[in-house]
């Protein structure tokens, strides 16, 4: 069986009298895509706040990679090998792309290292991996660029390299493929894939059936800070209550009857 990297249990989230998010169990499997879709106001992007620490919970609990991470503060959890991208691109507009890279390589902790290390050859080794991550994400010949001076879909990976600068196990990506033209999402899902070769784990909101049900091994849905359904995309696409409650049931059925 697979092991399970994250693991929420009944967690839930108020603000004030608000409930955003209440008793949402979910498991996301090491090696695994794993889409979190929903209407707007469902509660994902409140999900990826109480993952990473930036909300603490009003109930349930966080288990990450085997540790308790519930009530623990968005840099050790940063720490523990969980990074994120935004739904709203959050870029060093005067920053070059290299050194946005570098900049998610100052979350790891280098002083243990540093102690034993020389300067120069723990600097060759950053430098190294910084290369690895802008071929990776398709930024190299633009390494050197300002960040505020590129096309949308290149700040997408922009975000995207500077959080693989921390080497996390698990990267929650917020919408990547928003505002990408088709060419843009086919790159994006290419880059994906290439993650999950290089042994990350992928937990992702996105509102693009198409690119999620294309992408994703396993999909939960919610409504309204709970979850409605949870199984592959081939489940998913046929699900009454996602039809009904995501989409609609008469504007999210085609012939086949899938979520289009």
Known sequence: MAETLLRLREVSKSFGGTRAV?????????????????????????????ITGVYPVSGGTIVFDGRDTTDQPPHRIAALGVARTFQNIR????????????FGQTLKEHRGLSLLLPARWLAASIGTEAEGILRLTGLWEVRDQPAGTLAYGYQRRV???????????LLLLDEPAAGMNPSESMELRRLVHSLREAGRTVLLI??????????????????????????????????????EAYLGAEEGEGESGVVR
């Open 91 to 102: 870029l060093f507009q005067s920053m070059t792309v290299w050194e946005h890279v570098l």
């Open 159 to 169: 975000e995207i390299a500077r959080a693989l600068g921390s080497r996390p196990q």
């Open 22 to 50: 209440h008793n949402l169990s979910l498991e996301v499997e090491a090696g695994s895509i794993h889409g979190l879709i929903g209407p707007n106001g469902a509660g994902k992007t409140t999900v990826f706040n109480l």
């Open 206 to 243: 996105e509102h693009d059936m198409a690119f999620v049900m294309g992408l994703c091994d396993r999909i939960t849905v919610l409504n309204f800070g709970e979850e409605i359904a949870d199984g592959t995309p081939e489940q998913i696409q046929r699900d009454p209550q996602v039809l």
